[in-house]
């Protein structure tokens, strides 16, 4: 809509310097085209007009009146055709406004990581281009939120015209169609403050942010502009401001070769101090009127199971702050979560925790220790259970990385005036790796679906090439459950009865 905005003033101001233009045309005293005369001499001769005997005033009315009903079919035009498109703002702006459910109440939508791998951006390729839709479609039914943010990890078309291209083990560089997908699929955030936001270079984490926003879609945690412009997001979603901030405190990988002034662009904190500088975010978020508060955090990488005591402490430490709900990424598994309860002035608030969402998207797995996986040769004892340790890891990453989950929190304002979380549903996401695809029909290779609407088929159903996929959707759905079990029944499962039948994919397609 801002560009909308910007293209109808700029037509504004150009019809303005036509009529401007035709008014100096009418005008029978004008001379200052010819400030110094023609003639023989140095007097002053009135410029020659290219119409006469046409009253200018009336011709300027005239002009006016043409200006206003094209510029005013033109607007119209562009909204048919926004909304025809189904484009979403931005919301990145301070108060905001969207409508979209009753006043004082909205959806808050989180998943878990973006990061396909090059065998996934292989499988997407079909007829000559990038096509995720098969892939990613089911995820629709639970990433339909007011609000919706996920992960990504990589950069989305670093070098621009789509070239080279690489997975999430290969260059990290998607394609423009994935966030084409995004878009598509309801996210309106993309928090990407993680040591792979420069994959590609700083220039390539300012053409993603850019690949992003020209599908509508804002970047939490990380800035092509001033380093002042992290972490000041605060949208009005039906009557409520929601502030969203984002924080990073793993620095290796890419992130360690910017520049001190490229760090600035990204939100990593030590972890020490991580605890403190997002109290500081809260503050100046709710100095901002945010009434409901959201903290994306990367706190963790490849190889932590589970939550450990770092992510507990600072968890409750932010909570005390005023956050309202901290969605933890890094780790690419499922962790658990929790309903913290602290005080807010005299009274007890909710907060709720999710310490990772995992993989959402992506073929990842425990990559080891390349010092012990590639040693051969005699191994001492404890470079052999060294090895054995990683190998272990590496299989339990197969299941748990192949694993996710989604939430959607149903927030509204309470009679006291006070914003709070009614309902909070979870999805459990399984992505099918359908090895038995070959050459042909590689873009049904990998599903992300959501668990509920397949395991208590009474037949396997025919999205799945065998059992052992149905099977291991069932494990994960049984893995999910188990973390929201532990929340004291306050995540409760998402009712998908209102789900499609099974799609048709025996012609490929979905």
């Known amino acids: 809509m801002k560009i909308i905005g910007k293209l109808l003033g700029g037509i504004l101001q150009f019809f303005a310097r036509i009529a401007v233009m035709f008014g100096r045309i009418f005008n029978k005293d004008d001379v200052s085209s010819n400030p110094a005369g023609r003639g023989t001499g140095n007097e002053a001769r009135p410029r020659k007009r290219l119409v006469d005997g ?3 005033d009336r011709f300027t009315r005239l002009c006016v009146v043409v200006v206003i009903g094209f510029v005013s079919l033109l607007g119209a035009v562009l909204v048919a055709a926004s909304v025809r498109s189904g484009s979403h703002e931005i919301p990145v702006d301070d108060a905001q406004e969207q409508e979209s459910r009753p006043s004082g109440s909205f959806t808050l939508t989180a998943g878990g990581n973006i990061m396909p791998t090059q065998d996934m951006l292989d499988a997407a390729f079909v007829d000559g281009k990038y096509d995720f839709h098969n892939g990613m479609s089911e995820l629709a039914e639970v990433l339909s939120g007011d609000m919706t943010v996920v992960g990504l990890c990589g950069q989305i078309n670093a070098y621009g015209e789509n070239s080279r291209t690489g997975g999430f083990d290969n260059g990290k560089n998607y394609p423009s169609a994935l966030s084409h997908s995004l878009s598509e699929l309801g996210v309106n955030y ?16 300012c053409a993603t942010i850019s690949n992003l926003h020209v599908r509508s879609v804002g970047v939490v945690g990380m800035t092509d502009s001033g380093p002042d412009a992290l972490n000041t997001r605060v949208a009005k979603i039906n009557g409520v401001s929601v502030g969203i901030a984002g924080f990073n405190c793993i620095e290796g990988g890419e992130y360690t070769s910017l520049t001190a002034e490229q760090k600035g662009h990204i939100a990593t904190v030590p972890k020490d101090a991580l605890a403190d500088r997002a109290s500081n975010g809260i503050a100046g978020l709710k100095k901002k009127g945010a009434e409901f508060i959201v903290i994306c955090v990367n706190w963790g990488g490849l190889g932590n199971f589970t939550e450990n005591d770092f992510m507990k402490e600072t968890a409750r430490k932010m909570a005390e702050s005023g956050a309202d709900v901290i969605i933890g990424y890094g780790p690419c598994v499922t962790l658990g979560a929790e309903v913290l309860h602290v005080k807010n002035g005299d009274a007890e608030k909710e907060c709720f925790v999710f310490y990772s969402l995992g993989c959402l998207y992506g073929n990842n797995v425990y990559p080891g220790q390349p010092a012990v996986m590639n040693r051969k040769g005699n191994l001492t004892d404890g470079q052999k259970k060294e090895l054995e340790k990683e190998k272990k890891l590496i299989e ?43 050459d042909g029909n590689t873009h049904m290779k990998y599903i992300a679906v959501p668990c509920a609407k397949y395991v208590s088929a009474e037949e396997r159903p025919e999205i799945f090439a065998d059992d052992k996929q149905w099977e291991a959707c069932k494990s994960a759905f049984k893995a999910i459950s188990a973390i929201a079990d532990k929340t004291g029944g306050r995540l409760v499962l998402a009712d998908l009865s209102h789900a499609e039948p099974e799609p048709d994919v025996s012609d490929g397609k979905i």
């Open 54 to 56: 046409v009253d200018p």
């Open 190 to 205: 993309v928090f990407g403050a993680n040591q792979h936001a420069f994959a590609n270079g700083f220039d390539g984490m």
């Open 396 to 438: 339990k990453s197969k299941s748990t990385m192949s694993r996710s989950m989604t939430v959607t929190l149903s927030v509204a304002r309470g009679e006291d005036g006070a914003v709070s979380v009614e309902q909070a549903n979870y999805s459990p996401i399984y992505l099918i790796r359908n090895a038995a695809q070959g």
